[in-house]
Structures are given as C-alpha cells and as structure tokens.
C-alpha cells in the first residue's frame, strides 16, 4: 500500500510539472453511482501525457481546455470519457460488477480477489438484496456455485444453507462471521444492513474457523459510514402483496363421494352416511373448497432508514429497520414482525482506533401449528391438512364447540382436520429478543520502513430471549381433534454467546516478495438456558397466563459449551506470479473429553497466475488474466449436544422396601467417552479466467472432500443394559465431489450495459463406513448405506397393474398373500432370503430407486441498465432429482378417507383399464407401498425467476431536498419451470430422507413497489 | 518491536487461563465421576437395581408371560399374535416381547456391574464393611438371579461382569453354556456369603427394608441352579440349610392359606424367599420400560393381561388339563384341591364359587381363566382389573419350592422314602391325603411323576413348569412329549430347540459375537 502511495505522490508530482506547461485549468468532481465521493481516482486527459488523481473529497484540478476529452480511471470502477466544458466536471464512476480487482472479504481480513488461492463465492449484494426476506441465508440461493438453499414459503420460514453436498449427519448449516463476531446467527439481522456476504467453500478458505468450518464458512460484514461524509439519511422501503399461485386440483363433493363410495364398495364394505344418497344424512349442501377457503393474500413490508457519514477520523452508521410480513394462510399466523435498530461506528487517533457494532432485534413470529402433543402425531403440516381435508366438511359450524366445522369417522369415514379451524382456535407465537454488539480496538504498532503491524482486540457478547407461548382453549373439531380442557404452555429460552478475539497482522512487500502473516487467539462461550411452563385447570372466562390454571408444572435445565483457539496464517506472493497461503488452528471444544479436546486445522493452497509470466503471450484482448489455483487442508464439526462424553446418573430409579417408596441412582444412559471432531479433509483445485479484454470472467473448480468420524448414532447391543440404544459415536465416513463453474459476462459501455452471471455446480455423494456393524439407516421411504449416497429413494419395483386374474395368479404373491384384484399395483419379484427371486413380494423385494439430493444447482442473474432505467433478473434451480411428496401420495390414497387428487378420476376401473392409476379399495394395503409406482417418485428439476425487478433513478436534485431516488417494482417468485405437483422442489427436509417432501409450506409470489430516497 | 512481542505473548499467556473454562461439566445432572463417593449413593445404586425387575420385560408383564405360555398348564389366547406364537414354540426372532425380556434382564446385568464395580471400592470409613457387604451381596444376587432367567429362557447368552469401558466392550460374545451357569453358581455363592438373614435388625440405612434380598433368597435360588444342572450332592446341601441344623432352618414356612402367596395384602410373608415388589397409587408414569423417572408407577401388568375376559384382557387360558389335574385326588374331606381354585377362575357351584371379582360369574359357565397373580377373589375388593395398575408382588421363590425340590434331591440320590414326608408338608396344605398312605414304596421313577404332578400343582402359572419340563429333558422322551401333546396342543408345533426362546434378531444383526440358539433355527 505504501509503495502504491509513493507511486501515487510521483505521479501527482508529475502532475504539477506538466501543469505548469498547460494554458488552463478544468476542476471537477469524481463521484461514485450512490453519490460518494471517490478519492484516487486517475485523471487523464486523452492523448497527452498529463494526469491526477482525485483528492479525498473526489476532487481534482487539471491543466485542459474546455473542450478536451478527460479519461478517468479508479481501481474498482468502470473508466469513463467525459469532454470538459466550461465548468466544474461532474463525473460519475460506476462500480464494475465482477472484477478481479475487487476485494474480498476473508477470514481474519481482506484479500484482493486476483490474490485468492482459496474457494471463496462472493454473492452480488446489490443484485441479492432485491429478494425480500426474513432471512438473510436466503439470499445465498442461486447466488454462489457449491451453495444450496432450500426454503419453505411461510414468513419466518428457516431456510437450510448446504454448502458443498452432504458432508454430515447432523448440523449441516454453515458457519456465519458477522463483522468479524464467530459463530454468530444471522436470522435477526436485516438484510438492508449488509454490506457483503462471501462463502468460504474449501479448506484453504476456511481453515482458520478450524472445529467449526466443516460446513462451510459465510462472512457477512455490515454497512459502515465513510470519513469525511456529511451525513447522508436514507430512506428503503417497499410494500407488497403474496399470493398463493399453485393450486393442487383436488376433487368436488361429487366426485369425492363417488370416489369414496367406490373405495368403500371395492372393499366389500358399504358407504359411509354422509356419501350415500340413499341415506338420510347424505352430504348434498356443502361442498367446501378447502384451498380457496384456507388462503388469503398476503402483505409484506419493509421500512428502513439509515443515517450515515463521518469526519476526518470518525465513521458512524445508524439503522431503524421494520420489516412486517402477514401470511397467506387463514387464522392466527402465520406472521412475522421484526424491529431491528443498528448502530456502527469507529473513531481513530493517532496508532488507535475503536469501533463498535451494535444491534438490537424484537420479533413476533405467529408459527403455524403443526404440534404432535396437541393434535394427533402423524399428522402432516397444516397446509398438507388444508389440502386434504375433505368436500363435505364445513369449514364454519355453529353447532360444534368452536363454531367451526369438523368430521366424524362413522359418518363422514374421515377424520380431517379442519386446518382453518385449528389455525384459528390456537394461540400460538414466538418472542424473540437479541441483543447483539461488539467493540474492538486496533493499534497500529508499526507503520513504517515498509513493515505494517496490527494489533486488534474485539470482544462480542449476544444474547437472545424467546418467549414460546402456546394456548390451547378446549377445541372440539371432531372426535380425533379434541381437547376438553384448556391447557397454556408458557416456556422460555435463553441463548448466550460470548466471544474474546486477538490478533496480530503483519505485512511487508520486500521487492518482489509480499508478505503477509497473521497469528490470533480466540475464546468462545455458550450457554443455554430453557424454563418450561404449564397449566392447565383452567375455567371460563380464561385467563390465559399460569397463574389461573389450577395445576400448573414447570420444568428447566440448561447447558454450557466452550471453544478455545490458537490460529495463524501466512500469505506470501512472489512477483505477482506464485501465491501461497498456510494456514493452522486448533481448537479446544468443551464438547469432548479432556482427552480429545483439541484438534489440529491445517490447510495450504497455491496459485499461479500463469498469465504473469514471461512466457505468456496471449494476447490481453483473448485471454486477459489466468491464475491456477489448489488447495488441500482438514477443516472440524463439532455441532452435536454437550456433555455426550459424560456419563450422567439418573436420580430417579424407584423401587418399594417394605411399602415405602425410595428413588435410586445410578447411570442408566451410556455415554459416548470418546467422542471427538469431525473431519472434513477438502482437495480443491481450479482456475480463475478473465477473458476478452474483462469482458469474460471465467472460473471452475473441482473439489473432492471426504469427512471422517463423522457423529452417527449407531445402534448398539440392548445386552449393555443401557437404556438408550442408540449412542452417538464417530463411526461414519462420507465422501463428496463436485465440480463448479462460474461465468459472468460485462457489457458496460453505451447508454445499454449489462452483466450476466452464471453459476453451476455438481454434486455426486457416497457413503463409505457407517459404523458399528455398519448398518443402514432408514428415512421416510428412503436408505442410507454404505457405497451409496445418502438417504436414496428405496421401496418396491412398480411393474405395472394387474390386468385380470390370471395376471394375479401367475404373478408372487404380494405382502404375506393380500387378496389382490385387477387393477391393484403389481412388484416386480427381484429377490428373496437366498438372493433370488422366490416368487414371494417382501422386504427383501425393495431396492434402491433413484436419488433424492439434486445432482446439480445452478443461478441465474441478469442486471441492466439502460439511462436510468435498471432491470434485474435473478433464477434458480436444481436438476435430476426425485421427490416423494407425501401430499400427493395422500391425495392418490386407494384406502383412508382425505380428499383425493382430480387424477384419480382416471383410475382403474373394469371398465376403464387404460391407466396407471391403480383401483380403489378401502381395505388397500397394496398399492400404498413405497415403490416407483407412477407419480410416487416425481422429477424434482426445476428454475424458478426469483426477482424480476425494474427500477428508475431520478435525476439528482430533480425534487428539492432530495439529492437522490430510486422507485422499483418487484415480481418475487415470478413462475417456476417445474414438472413436481407438490409446491416447492426446494422444500426442507430430513437429512436421511432429503427427497421427501413432508408438506413445505408453498413460496408465494409477490409482487411488491418500492423507493430507495437519499436526503 | 520485541517489546510489543513480549506484549503479545504476556496477553496470550493470560489468556490461555481459558483452558480452565473448556472442562464445563453438566449442571443438570450428576456425572459417573463425582457419584460413588457417599454412603447414600452407594444405597442408591443398589435401590436402582431392583428397579429393572419392575419392567416390562423382567416381572412387570412379559417375562412370566412368556414363560407361562409355554408350559402345558397355560395357552395363549390373543390378539396379540407374539403371545400365542410363543405358547406354539413358533415364535419368530423378530418378535418384541422375546426382545424386551433379553434388554431388561440385561439392565440388571449392567446395573449390578456398577455397584459391584464401585461400592466394592468404597472405604470403611465411607461405608462399614457389613453395609458393604449387604449391598455387594445384594448386587450378585440380582446378577444372578438375571443369568438364571436368561440361562433358563435362552440357554446361552454372553456373560457380561463388568461395566463396558470401550466401545468394543459393547459387543459381548455369546459363553458357554458352562460358563453361564458358573456365573450364576459363583455369584449366588458370593450372595449368599454377604446377604443377611433379614432386615429387620441391621445396622445400617437398610434396617428394616424388607425386600431387598437376603440370604435365604440365595440360598435357595442356589439349590435351585445346582437343581437345574444336577449337581443333586450340591443342591441337595442347599437345601438342607433350611432344615434342622442348617442356618436357615425356621426362618421359613408354609402360610396356611395357599392364596396368601397371591394377595397384596400378605406380602414378604413367611413362605416367601424372595419376592418382587410392586406397589399401587405411587407415581404418574407406567413402568413399562425405558430410561427410569422419580415419577413411575411401580405396577405390573400382569394382572390385567390374565384377568378374565370382562375383567381383564384375557390374553392367556389355563388348559384343561391342568384343571382335570386338580380334579383327581380330592382333599381329606372330600372336596376339590383348594389349590385349584386359587390358580384357575372357574364357575364351580359345587365348591361354592359362582363369583368372580366379586361379582356373580358373568362369562359361559365352562369357561376356565387365570386366577393366580389377577385381583380375582384376592379379598381386596377389586372388582375389575385396571390396566396396568395391579400392586400384587411377585413370588419368585416360595419355601414351597425348597420342600418339593428337596424332595426331588432325594429321590434322585435313591433316598426315595425320605422323599415322602417333605412332599407331604405341601399337600397337608392342601388338605391331601398322606402320600406315604395312598402311594406307598414308590419306585424312583414313579416317585419322578408323582413330584411333577405336585410341582404342576403347586406351581401352576408361576413360571416354573417350562423349567421343569425342560430340565427334565421331557421334549426329548418321546413318551413324555407324546403326553404333553395331549395336554396342550400347543406342544403339537414344537420342534427340537424351540422350548427356548430365540435370542433376538436386533441383537444377532447388530452383535457379531453372539450366537444363535437352538431356538433360532
């Protein structure tokens, strides 16, 4: 940096020299797009050897004529031509896209990106931040090769951030750094105050975040003031409407009793009451379209207003966020409501300086009720519930305790859930209160002779509060779906998270070497605290708080975890050709046994920017920058309970002596003594491009990472005489490969610019050990073992239906000797106890039926600008694939009674034998089985157009007291090209069964209006 | 320069003080570590033994049923198909209850590890070597007793002594079957030596806690295993301890009511060795099974799975033969067994019993059902069964046993004669005639038929008769298996191996050193 500045004072010495030649004088003002000023920046006037450079307020003075054309340059920024005219210039720059000259933001600093070494995605801030969201995470999706985001469309939904496969059997989500805090939650943040988010993919990257990396790291850091800004106030907000655009087409009253009474009549049985016409209680008069009834039009909006700027050696920014998002589902949420205020500031003096973050959160989050304890288990999620219910329910009925309708076995043969009733009578909400702040201090020890020295110490303390209230009035909606009594479930926890970081930075460029060395220490605190509440005993008029509920009971317990580290890391460049990075951390985790405490994080990667050397002689307009780069390193995963190396004593194993009750101890539950680290161990190899003169950026990477120890709960013998038979022990060993592009592509010169990026990457997943006698685990419909990936579709092979009888008996039999008929599902006989096929259809006939984890996830997006008109363009999606949906496997039921699918109007029937459709049968034990069967196992590719959003800039100053504007309109969640008749393709699942779609609530689409206004 | 590197390493020094702050131990529950230390936890640790006899797959429910289904004195009759398969000797590997039996008796494996393994290290001056010695005593008693179920039930299984330490120690392999009855030998040898004779006066925290085990518990519960293996010299000098001379001899006898070892309300009595415990109104959570909380209920299930149809669940009947066993010898004064209608609910006018759970016989007239260990005519008003709520102890070990196993000693030594009058002391219980008087100069052999007649008797539904009939290789005599058969069609199905149960499939799939056993196959 200093070398640049001499540089810098020579040239702007040489600058005055020419001056003195030249016959006038020009002055103007470089800005950037938002209106900063840019310092530095070069001036030149065309076709003479005279130039300067922008001074700290953007200004300049050069020796031109009016009339001359001035070039202007700065690092970062597109060059322009301006011709000078009689007054000051006022010049804009424009910030580039993509470049590799940009600097990214890396653990522990900052690197410029042309020096990375590593697997590090930055995402487009500005492009990313036109998706409206709760949370942040998913503004990852589509946005960085190797990062996939799966999501659920209610607000306060918890998107799940996978980078890189998967690499693990518990916690998978990646590891966030804000503004340098370690391990820190971003759902509370706003995503107006982020200033840039960057993942670190391989073990190069993120190896100096050690035991806690394996996942991948993400960076974010937060919007700052500039020095020598007068303070700047602006105003963002939008406001917007969602809407419910998929609809699954399920049957009318008709068509459902014809259905019903069919399955009813297959099975030998007779029609229930309320679908027979011949009975007095047939069902004529009500003919309810849940899905109509059940979804209203969602709002969402969000205020935000920031007052930022600084003086010569001060910087602050203030931020007042309110983002406010009202569901699309009918009843008491679900909703999200969130108050966030922020504050940033730093001050220097002399070798010092300091700064702080800190951030305020107060949400309200009305969840959607899907609880186990309160309705019955097995119940899909409410939406899933919505769906299913059936025509001739009410969804009103003032006879019923609640005023709402419900269904009742013996009459109806159904027991649906009424959704919209239950959503209405529940109250049921999350509090969530984070404070968050940290506060550090930076003191230049040495700054001179070309050696840099800092010392930094930041400490950070975040606590979050949530309030988890559940009251249940006495409900009656039908007689599965009922509560007598009111009960109130009044509970809280309390997350603490404290950290204390030093360390030291050195830099020195000796000649042709550069060196750069870091050295820190890092001490990191948790703990966790949960009170429980509950009462019940309540009577009427009720007052839903404890204290009123005759017996109330509550229960608590609370944990603690730490995390000691030492981490150094050296940077070194030669010339400009040979990069190499080092990296070492070990940690200490309070999670395992004294004995396997620490655990050693190395990692070292190379580069080579090939088209540096001498030899080089592509021409710069063909191929303008090419760098080689590889890494190879071991990152940790220590995301699993505390204390599970600790035997514990159960205090309450009772007996009787002599009528007399005594409450013995001892240890009842095996411990997992020597449980330690996972190990991700990541090679990474691939290549950086700039091509046709910057035009082109080109990148692409292959990485193969295998994770060893990994923690799985293996089953043990029962003949231990524990009680729990499923310890968690490092048994397991995965391995993931994968290969990632990144194109972008600029056109920034005209009045029309654009740039285009593209992103791509592959996953392919193998198991290698499990562990213990390395038995499978089984998901919903799904295996995992060994030699295969994770949690693949399993179950039976669909040959077919049975066409007639003799098809029947010719074929094995099925499932113990079901009594089959034409028109029920046919499995194919593929083996038996001694590996053949043995003419039966059992256990043994299942196998594996395809992939439930996308092979590829690609992004899309598109930003362009035309005079003042702007226009962006985001997509993305995931490919081969497939989804087992339960929804759709429930509206499909040949047995049971929930609304059914208006496919199955197509099923077979003796006269109707040309479908694959199986018959219905009440009695059906058959055709239900996980196989292949038509539409069980549906193609989950996929693209969906995020953000389609047009903007326009006002002139500045066009509206006095303005300096400048912005007004956009957003389609969010525009269209998705999908051949999956659930809702979402990207929907959030189980790790060992991560096809199965359990009920994910569907992504509206929005369409939203919104201002972005400076004063 | 150096200065501010002497800076760095002095503020690194300090900090790494943090090393302290990583060994966080769990602040909701006590660790293995810092138990075993006092005198109570030592007492705990034995309380949460007996514990694990209070599940389902040890006394609460499935353990004597199970293995009353497979004597020729009691069939399944239920819904729940695992109860019927095992009474027809076909019961698959897979099946839950055989499942629940192996992990429970397993809990009293590895719980009587632990205190054996710490209280035994405990100092005198924590715990008094007699405190110390009741509890280790109590822990081998328990251990054994869980290896004698488990040898009796599955014939071979791994023989597991200490707490696992390794993750390798989780995979014992199957002993021999040798072995597995040293284990049972030496650990009620071990019990025996330290157990006291009662409770009732120790010195300790333990004065008075009728119910934990006692010497006379192994005591005879040794006999019984050297029984079991004929080693009838040694039985024989086991039981002798009870008679004349011996260091039990009048602790125990016969209660005059037979029903009395049946009732909530005459538990721990006279005639009972050992018992296991169990207790209404206490708790809020069935005992079924799973990791123990102080809010359990100490119940057991077996009531209500015996209790007659409208009562109970009625998943087991008592065959009909047992029931014309009773019928053919009358009492002294001419009437039925009074045996009989203790073990069987039967509508009998002639005998004056038309009622059932106090109330007038509702079900068919012929109809026969469990009485033996339900609330029916127990006297404690109990009109019905409630599910799972039944407070009736189970009698392990009556001193009925030792007469009659005394008996069986010395008619298998040749001292057949002197069989006669320690049979008799348990049929002038029941009011039967002299047996010197009606069956006089029995040979050996008749004598061996005449002690099962009495065993299945006294015994019926108690969980001894599949024992007996196993130990004395009667499923390998045609002659006898053909007389089975006639008892019980049950016995139609059975094929070699398969009066035991199978060692569970999970535990076979998951252990690569255990073995199968015959009832595998």
């Known amino acids: ?1015 | 320069m150096k200065r501010i590197i002497y800076l760095f390493a002095g503020l690194v020094f300090i900090l790494s003080g943090c090393r302290k702050k990583l060994e966080l131990s769990n602040p909701n529950l006590q660790t293995t570590a810092d138990f075993w230390k006092t005198r109570e936890q030592a007492y705990a640790g034995s309380t949460a033994i007996y514990n694990a006899l209070t599940v389902d797959g040890t006394y609460m429910r499935s353990f004597p049923g199970l293995t009353d289904s497979r004597g020729d004195d009691f069939t399944g009759d239920s819904p729940w198909l695992d109860l019927v398969l095992t009474g027809e000797f076909i019961i698959p590997s897979t099946s839950a209850p055989v499942f629940w039996i192996w992990r429970d008796h397993y809990l009293i494996v590895n719980r009587a590890n632990q205190v054996l393994e710490h209280v035994s290290k405990y100092p005198e001056s924590v715990l008094s070597t007699q405190e110390k010695n009741r509890i280790l005593g109590q822990a081998y008693f328990l251990r054994g007793l869980a290896y004698y179920n488990l040898a009796t039930t599955f014939k071979i299984v791994p023989v597991i002594t200490k707490v696992a330490e390794t993750p390798e120690d989780y995979f014992a392999a199957t002993a021999t079957e040798d072995d597995l009855w040293n284990q049972i030998i030496s650990d009620l040898k071990a019990a025996e030596a330290n157990l006291p004779i009662s409770y009732a006066n120790v010195d300790g925290l333990d004065k008075g806690e009728i119910g934990r085990a006692t010497q006379g518990a192994a005591s005879g519960l040794l006999g019984k295993a050297y029984l079991y293996r004929k080693d009838y010299t040694n039985a024989g000098a086991q039981f002798q301890k009870f008679f004349t001379g011996g260091p039990l001899a009048g602790v125990y006898s016969l209660m005059q009511d037979y029903r009395d070892n049946f009732r909530d309300f005459k538990e721990n009595n006279a005639e009972s060795l050992f018992e296991v415990q169990f207790t209404e109104g206490q708790g809020s959570d069935i005992n079924w099974c799973c990791d123990p909380t102080a809010s359990w209920k100490q119940v057991q299930a077996i009531s209500v799975t015996y209790g007659m149809e409208g009562a109970g669940f009625s998943d087991y009947l008592p065959t009909r033969w047992i029931y014309n066993e009773y019928k053919k010898e009358k009492t002294v004064d001419g009437k039925d067994d009074p045996r009989m209608l203790v073990t069987i609910a039967s509508y009998e006018p002639a005998d004056n019993s038309v009622l059932a759970y106090t109330r007038p016989w509702w079900n068919p007239d012929t109809a026969i059902y469990p009485r033996k260990y339900t609330n029916d005519g127990v006297g404690n008003g109990k009109t019905t069964e409630v599910a799972a709520q039944s407070g009736i102890n189970y009698r392990v070990l009556r001193y009925a046993d030792i007469l009659l196993m005394y008996a069986e000693v010395l008619n298998e030594q040749n001292k057949t004669p002197e069989a006669y009058s320690y049979i008799q002391q348990v049929r002038d219980r029941a009011r039967l005639p002299d047996l010197a008087t009606v069956k006089p100069g029995m040979t050996q052999a008749q004598m061996r038929d005449q002690l099962a007649h009495e065993r299945a008797l006294e015994f019926a539904i108690e969980g001894q008769r599949i024992n007996d009939l196993i130990r004395w290789g009667w499923f390998y005599d045609p002659a006898k298996l053909a007389e089975l058969k006639s008892h019980d069609r049950d016995f139609n199905s059975w094929t070699p191996g398969k009066e035991y149960l199978p060692i569970p499939q999970g535990e076979l799939d998951v252990n690569k050193n255990l073995k199968p056993n015959p009832a595998n196959g």
């Open chain 1, 1 to 1015: 940096m200093k070398e640049v500045s001499s540089f810098l004072i020579v040239i702007v010495m040489l600058a005055i020299c020419q001056s003195a030649l030249a016959q006038g004088k020009i002055t103007g003002l470089v800005k950037d797009s938002v209106g900063n000023p840019v310092k530095g920046a070069t001036i030149k006037v065309k076709n003479k050897k005279i130039f300067t450079t922008s001074g700290e307020d953007g200004g300049f003075s050069i020796a031109a004529s009016p009339g001359e054309a001035l070039q202007v340059s700065s690092v970062g920024y597109e060059p322009v031509e301006v011709v000078a005219g009689n007054g000051a210039v006022m010049i804009s720059l424009k910030g580039k896209a993509t470049s590799l000259d940009d600097v990214v933001v890396i653990g522990y600093g900052t690197q410029r990106k042309k020096d990375l070494t590593g697997a590090v995605s930055t995402v487009n801030m500005a492009d990313a931040r036109k998706y409206t969201t709760n949370d942040m995470s998913q503004l990852l999706q589509g946005r960085a090769a190797g990062v996939a985001v799966n999501s659920d469309g209610q607000p306060g939904a918890v998107p799940s951030v996978r980078i890189r496969g998967f690499s693990t059997f518990g916690g998978f989500q990646p590891f966030y750094v804000v503004d340098g805090v370690p391990g820190a939650g971003i759902r509370d943040l706003s995503p107006n105050d982020i200033e840039s988010m960057t993942v670190l993919k391989d073990a190069s990257a993120a190896a100096i975040y050690g035991a806690a990396a394996a996942n991948g790291v993400v960076i974010v850091t937060t919007r700052t003031g500039r020095k020598n800004t007068p303070m700047k106030l602006t105003y963002n907000g939008y406001y917007g409407v969602d809407k419910i655009w998929q609809k699954q087409k399920v049957t009318d009253r008709v068509q459902y009793q014809t259905l019903n009474n069919e399955s009813r009549v297959n099975a030998g049985k007779t029609p229930f009451p309320a679908n027979d016409p011949t009975n007095p209680g047939y069902v004529s008069n009500i003919n309810t379209d849940w899905q109509k009834e059940g979804m209203k039009t969602g709002i969402r909006q969000n205020h935000n207003v920031s007052m930022s700027g600084g003086g010569p050696n001060s910087t602050y920014n203030f931020a007042l966020d309110y983002y406010d998002q009202k569901g699309t589902f009918v009843g008491n949420g679900p909703d999200y409501k969130r108050y966030t205020a922020r504050i940033n500031t730093s001050a220097e003096k002399g070798i010092l300086k300091v700064g702080e973050f800190f951030n305020y959160t107060h949400s309200h989050e009305n969840t959607l009720t899907f609880r186990d304890d309160i309705l019955l288990g097995g119940i899909p999620p409410m939406i899933g519930s919505l769906v299913v219910a059936i025509p001739t329910m009410p969804v009103r009925d003032s006879t019923l305790l609640n005023g709402f309708g419900g269904s009742n076995s013996e009459f109806n043969g159904a027991n649906s859930l009424n959704a919209i009733g239950i959503n209405s009578i529940l109250v049921n909400w999350v509090d969530v209160d984070r404070t968050f702040g940290n506060a550090y201090a930076e003191l230049k020890l040495i700054n001179g002779g070309g050696h840099h020295l800092r010392f930094k110490t930041s400490v950070s303390y975040d606590k979050t509060v949530t309030r988890d209230y559940t009251w249940q009035p006495p409900f009656f909606l039908g007689k599965f779906f009922s509560k007598p009594d009111a009960e109130l479930y009044d509970n809280s926890r309390v997350f603490t998270n404290a950290s204390i970081e030093n360390t030291l930075n050195y830099d020195k460029i000796f000649g042709k070497h550069s060196v750069e060395v870091l050295v820190g220490q890092s001490y990191r605190y948790g703990s966790f605290v949960e009170r429980d509440a509950h009462a019940k005993g309540f009577t009427a008029p009720y007052y839903p708080v404890i204290n009123s509920g005759a017996t109330n009971s509550s229960k608590g317990w609370q944990t603690e975890n730490a995390l000691e580290s030492y981490f150094g890391r050296v940077n070194y460049s030669y010339d400009d050709r040979y990069l190499l990075s080092a990296s070492l951390r070990r940690d200490g985790s309070s999670r395992f046994a004294p004995s396997n405490q620490y655990g050693y994080f190395p990692a070292a990667s190379v580069g080579w920017k090939l088209s540096n050397e001498k030899f080089w002689h592509v021409p710069v307009n063909i191929v303008s920058s090419l760098k080689l780069r590889g890494s190879y390193g071991k990152l940790g995963n220590q995301e699993i309970g505390d204390y599970q190396f600790q035997g514990t004593i159960n205090p309450g194993v009772v007996y009787t002596f002599a009528g007399n009750f005594y409450t013995g101890a001892l240890q009842t539950l095996v411990a997992s003594p020597d449980i330690k680290w996972e190990t991700k161990t990541i090679s990474n190899a691939g290549f950086d491009a700039t091509l046709l003169n910057g035009r082109l950026d080109f990148s692409a990477e292959y990485y193969y990472a295998k994770s060893t120890d990994v923690l799985v709960g293996i089953t043990i013998p029962a003949s231990t005489g524990f009680e729990n038979l499923n310890p968690t022990i490092n048994a397991a060993t995965l391995r993931n490969s994968g290969l990632e592009f990144t194109v972008a592509w600029h056109q920034h010169k005209g009045e029309f610019t654009y740039d285009i990026s593209a992103n791509l990457s592959t996953v392919s997943n193998k198991v290698l050990r499990l562990g213990g006698s390395d038995a499978p685990i089984y998901g919903v419909g799904a295996k995992t073992a060994i030699g295969q990936e994770v949690g693949q579709h399993f179950g039976y092979v669909y040959d077919g239906l049975f066409k007639d009888q003799a098809d029947i008996n010719s074929h094995a039999t099925q499932f113990g000797g079901l009594a089959l008929k034409p028109g029920d599902v046919k499995y194919k006989d593929i083996s038996g106890p001694n590996g053949k096929p043995d003419g039966v259809i059992d256990a043994y006939d299942r196998t594996y039926l395809g992939s439930g984890i996308p092979k590829f996830n690609y992004g899309l997006s598109i930003s362009a600008g035309y005079k003042r008109f702007d226009l962006a363009i985001s997509a993305s999606g995931s490919a081969k694939f497939l989804i087992n949906s339960r929804m759709y496997r429930d509206l499909h039921h040949s047995a049971g009674a929930l609304n059914y699918s208006t496919d199955m109007m197509n099923r077979w029937t003796p006269t109707h034998t040309n479908t694959d459709i199986p018959r219905l049968n009440d009695d059906d034990a058959n055709n239900m089985q996980d196989s292949n069967r038509p539409g069980w196992l549906q193609n989950g590719t996929y693209l969906r157009i995020n953000t389609l959003s047009l903007g326009y800039t006002l002139r500045d100053n066009l509206i006095k007291g303005i300096a400048s504007a912005r007004v956009y309109a957003t389609v969010q969640n525009l269209y998705s090209f999908q051949g999956y008749k659930g809702y979402n393709p990207d929907f959030t699942s189980g790790v060992f069964n991560p096809g199965f779609d359990f009920g994910s609530y569907p992504k509206p689409r929005t369409m939203l209006i919104g201002v972005q206004v400076s004063f």
